[in-house]
């Protein structure tokens, strides 16, 4: 449970005697803690497994490799969920860029780098189409080589507009994305069903540098033809 403070307490975040503290564009709310009826899926399952792989990876380093994460927490702040800035452990940034650089298929790092340049996409367009099984993804804004993850919210209502907390990755690799529209749709379908003409799906794309750093992210709503 995170709690932010001020002259009285203003923002909570995470989950209290039963309820789950946070907020969405209309501000903070509260609902009740509700536990999934399946919440050991593969998916779960495959992050579970990433985080328990890089845990142990941390305990593997040397004292001058954990020194090096340590002495680079300053140049990798980030923003909580509440906007503000902070800076992760050196045992945080590791697993933080490292679970990134999996994602897309990348050498774990031992050592920690220095920051990158980081691409952030700002156009994305996706067709589903049911008649030819198939999903295409364009990134106009980036080359064929730009590592990005590809996100998506499944089918929603039409009249859903926040989706960040249904947001679930997809596909990792942009040449995956553009080479294998069959294999895509595929892959949607394996997660989260066939979809039907008409229905309303968000995706969502970011880049990773060489150094595990993620872009912003970009999101769009995309109908299914």
Partial sequence: MLIKFGSIVTRGSGKLG???YSTNRGGAYVRTNQTPSNPQTTFQQSGRAVFTGLTQGWSSLTEAERTSW???TSSFPVTDRFGDSRELSGKGLYISLNKELVLIGKPILSVAPSPGPILVPSALEVIV???DGTLTVNLPSLSGSDPV???TSGVVSNGTSFVKNKMRVLLPE???IVQEPEQNYQAYVNRFG???VGQK???SVYTVNDSGQRSPSFTKAFIVV
């Fill in 18 to 20: 039963g309820h789950v």
């Fill in 70 to 72: 340590n002495q680079a």
């Fill in 129 to 131: 189409f049911i008649a």
């Fill in 149 to 151: 993850v590809i996100s």
């Fill in 174 to 176: 942009y040449v995956q």
């Fill in 194 to 196: 066939t979809p039907t």
């Fill in 201 to 203: 799906i968000f995706f």
